[in-house]
Nanobody
């Protein structure tokens, strides 16, 4: 059983920054494919950024590349998402996902349909 917990989020004006944090419990010491997805009202859930905590380059959606940074936390089951230069179109519910024992190459390509999800945290960017 993997439990995923997010923190952070909130409201910010366009151009501002926010940081989201995520921890996956249940497989201590095991590297994970972890990442963030988002869903705005009326839209499908989309990938934002993904990284394998065992190493390798992260994957970013084109819409956030250069503005968002995903990084591994102190442990192999934690990641943070630093969001800068936020835009109103970044407004969405952001979900963290995590899976242990996932192919790191596919993870780094964003080729991942997660099995374990957090509850989500709202990010609202006003113009």
């Amino acid at each position: 059983q993997v439990d995923v917990a997010e923190s952070g989020g909130g409201s910010v004006q366009a151009g501002g920054s926010l940081t989201l944090s995520c921890v996956a419990s249940g497989y201590r010491g095991q590297s994970h494919c972890m990442g963030w997805f988002r869903q705005a009202p009326g839209n499908e859930r989309e990938v934002v950024a993904v990284v394998h905590t065992g190493g390798g380059a992260p994957y970013y959606a084109d819409s956030v590349n250069g503005r968002f940074t995903i990084s591994q936390g102190a442990a192999s089951n934690a990641v943070t998402l630093r969001m800068s230069s936020l835009r109103p179109e970044d407004t969405a519910m952001y979900y963290c996902a995590a899976d242990p024992v996932f192919n790191p190459i596919r993870c780094g390509r964003g080729e991942w349909s997660p099995n374990h999800w957090g509850q989500g945290t709202q990010v609202t960017v006003s113009s």
